[in-house]
């Protein structure tokens, strides 16, 4: 059975770590390197970087992150935000990210993600999705949030397979910041669209809306932010909590 992963995700604004609700009100949690030495020493699995203004101010991801990142937290990382070429892809995994994630300029051009998968292979490819709940289902934005798609999350997910996407990494707009869980719904119907591995975003409240989208929801990962930031629940909490309740989870060996 492959082991359930959890994933501190650290959303970047102008060098530091932020994070809001519904994708607004952004409280300071400090600076990025830290927090990825804290999380990885503490035991996460892997780490999400996420520029959150670099496409808003059509700038690109810093890529004196990606390499202070590389240098210095020593667990996998995925980086993203701002991205746009085949050469910013290179760029950044040049300066040691594991994986890159695209989503504004992965609706835009969508070329871009099988010239990405093509040159350094679909595992290195994580096309994030921001979805919103509209009606009966759930709709595509782009720009942080601030731009209507038109398209529908699931159909935009198989899409992005097709192209080369290796991992979708799902955000529920609705959910996001407001630790009253994610949106079950959306994660198990993403995850029964699609065959490649899917991380959940968006709503982690405790150690039981983790363990519910990894199991009533499907997903592959739980991406959390607000209850490790400010110390609601640690790492090792969150895992014994889901070996308890029969979650293969990776355990962490103190160096």
Request: glycine share 12%.
């Amino acid at each position: 059975m492959l082991a359930k992963r959890i994933i501190p995700c650290l959303d970047v604004k102008r060098g530091r770590v932020v994070k809001g609700r519904s994708f607004a009100d952004l409280r300071d949690a400090g600076d990025p390197i830290e927090c990825g030495k804290a999380y990885s020493a503490a035991g996460a699995d892997e780490l999400v970087f996420l520029d959150i203004t670099a496409t808003i101010q059509a700038r690109r991801t810093v890529g004196e992150l990606a390499a202070r990142v590389g240098r210095e937290v020593f667990i996998p990382y995925t980086i993203g935000g701002g991205i746009g070429s085949l050469d910013d892809v290179r760029a950044l995994l040049k300066a040691g990210a594991e994986k890159i994630s695209i989503n504004t300029a992965a609706v835009r051009n969508k070329s871009l993600i099988r010239q990405a998968a093509e040159a350094f292979g679909n595992q290195a490819v994580v096309v994030a999705v921001d979805a919103l709940r509209t009606g009966d289902g759930w709709q595509v934005y782009v720009d942080a949030g601030r731009t209507h798609t038109g398209m529908d999350a699931l159909e935009w997910v198989r899409q992005a397979e097709g192209l080369g996407a290796g991992e979708i990494l799902l955000t529920s707009i609705d959910a996001d910041g407001h630790r009253a869980g994610y949106d079950l719904e959306l994660t198990a119907a993403v995850c029964d669209a699609v065959s490649i591995p899917v991380i959940a975003s968006g709503g982690a409240g405790g150690p039981e809306d983790i363990y519910r989208v990894l199991t009533e929801g499907k997903a592959d990962a739980a991406l959390a932010a607000s209850i490790f930031h400010y110390g609601h629940y640690t790492l090792a909490e969150v895992k014994q909590y889901l070996n308890q309740r029969g979650v293969c989870v990776r355990s962490h060996q103190q160096p």
